[in-house]
């Protein structure tokens, strides 16, 4: 079973999020490229999961509940 996805880390630009290995970023180990892969945090900003189709039920997101945004 993967490990759950974080929504928000402490320090994301410590691990690359590839894989479900969660490698140190000097440390990988899947050969899943020459340089880490950004979470979507760093790229989108902290709301990144209530955007598109993740796939992710987040605290606080209605999408648990079978409502849509406003």
Known sequence: MAKPFPISPKHPERICWGCDRYCASH??????????????????????????DWGIVA????????????
């Open 27 to 52: 440390a990988l180990a899947c050969g899943n490229g020459a340089d880490r892969t950004m979470h979507p945090a760093e790229m989108l900003g902290d709301d990144w999961y209530l955007h598109g």
């Open 59 to 70: 605290p606080g997101n209605d999408a648990d509940k079978g409502e849509g945004p406003g």
